[in-house]
């Protein structure tokens, strides 16, 4: 291989170690894995913080043993019961706040108390009212989550061009009409995002929820092992928690937001030519 291309090639990784999201991610993942274990033996604390190789050993464990299905399916299963509550209630909402003045008046302020609302305390407040079972984290997530949707539905809304608002009421193009043939398309940039914001929030009040109320999904299994001092085995699920979210984040939702937004895209493409 001659110097010429040796040097292309050390140009290329390094335009990639800094450019490329992926593989930045993963090098923060590895600085993070060798900081941990290097902290865990020099401080001689791998007993309080345990260490990678442990935290993946016990991963491992739990993938190929039935405890995996059986807490991981539930908090999966509650999350997307929180969230089709959410995108109904978020999404009807932000749109009658945005096309009807009184229905604003009329919500804007629980709204706002929503987006300030602390999780913790809906999640003990479901758990009073309906105990034990799927609907105390499908209605702590949805009552946390949904104002975020809500506003941004609203703002979304509420800055589309007025001028053709107008000239559909002109032509008298009934509500309906206009909601699904103006409205819902102009708002889908802030509806996508408000979604996914949402969808955060509705895992993380699930898990908070289980932890509060519940004998399965991944809130209880962490408290039972944060109970018994096990931090390896708390950990390993958070991980593993935190690894489903990434597939899903990456495996379906961007890439349903790039089939959605695919003609913007075209046109970017046809306007450069």
Avoid: C
Wanted: glycine share 6%; proline share 3%; charged share 20%.
């Amino acid at each position: 291989m001659s110097k010429q291309t040796t040097e292309g090639l050390l140009d290329s990784l390094a335009r990639i170690r800094f450019s490329d999201p992926r593989v930045i991610f993963v090098e923060s993942v590895i600085v993070i894995i060798l900081a941990w274990t290097l902290a865990a033996h020099i401080f001689d604390i791998v007993d309080v913080i345990s260490k990678p190789s442990l935290i993946g050993a016990s991963m491992w464990e739990i993938v190929n043993s039935p405890a995996f299905a059986e807490h991981m399916f539930p908090t999966l299963r509650r999350t997307v019961y929180g969230l089709v509550v959410t995108i109904i209630i978020g999404t009807a909402l932000g749109i009658g706040m945005g096309m009807r003045d009184w229905i604003r008046k009329a919500f804007q302020d629980y709204v706002t108390i929503g987006l300030a609302m602390p999780g913790l305390f809906i999640a003990i407040f479901a758990a009073m009212w309906f105990g034990i079972s799927d609907l105390t984290p499908t209605v702590a997530a949805a009552v946390i989550s949904f104002p975020f949707l809500t506003q941004n539905v609203f703002e979304g809304v509420r800055d589309l061009d007025n001028d053709v608002l107008a000239m559909a009421s002109s032509f008298d193009v009934s509500n309906r009409r206009a909601i699904r043939r103006i409205i819902i398309p102009g708002i889908m940039p802030e509806w996508f995002a408000g979604m996914r914001y949402s969808l955060a929030i509705v895992y993380k009040t699930v898990a908070l929820t289980e932890l509060v109320a519940a004998e399965n999904g991944l809130g209880f299994i962490v408290r039972d092992h944060l109970e018994r001092l096990d931090f390896t085995g708390a950990m390993a699920w958070t991980i593993l928690f935190v690894i489903v979210v990434l597939v899903v984040e990456y495996g379906i939702l961007k890439q349903l937001e790039k089939r959605i937004f695919s003609w913007r895209e075209d046109i970017s493409g046809v306007m450069a030519t």
